[in-house]
Nanobody, 127 residues
Framework: QVQLVESGGGLAQPGTSLRLSCAAS????????MGWLRQAPGKEREFVAA????????RYADSVQGRFTISRDRAKNTVYLQMNSLKPEDTAVYYC????????????????????WGQGTQVTVSS
């Protein structure tokens, strides 16, 4: 079992930045591919960003490409989402997610099909 705890959400003005963190425990962090997804009110949950278990590959939704950066710190068992140039349409509950992978899939990325989820953290972008 994997536990994921997000932090770093809050209220931000358009054009500013926030950094989300997700601390993982319960399984070797190096065996987890990680991702961030979000759900806005009245909308379905959507993919935001993903990072492979070895940190060597990343992928982003078109809507955040060039503004958001996903990264991971193996020593801290933590994945981050740096969000720059925030827009009101980025307002959503952001979820950290993890997928257990084998040592043969260290470069695998996932936009769906995650095994474990955090509780979510609210990000509101408004002036």
């Amino acid at each position: 079992q994997v536990q994921l705890v997000e932090s770093g959400g809050g209220l931000a003005q358009p054009g500013t930045s926030l950094r989300l963190s997700c601390a993982a425990s319960g399984r070797a962090f190096s065996n987890l591919a990680m991702g961030w997804l979000r759900q806005a009110p009245g909308k379905e949950r959507e993919f935001v960003a993903a990072i492979s278990s070895n940190g060597g590959r990343t992928r982003y939704a078109d809507s955040v490409q060039g503004r958001f950066t996903i990264s991971r710190d193996r020593a801290k068992n933590t994945v981050y989402l740096q969000m720059n140039s925030l827009k009101p349409e980025d307002t959503a509950v952001y979820y950290c997610a993890a997928k257990a992978i084998s040592s043969y899939s260290v470069l695998a990325l996932f936009t769906t099909g995650y095994d474990y989820w955090g509780q979510g953290t609210q990000v509101t972008v408004s002036s």
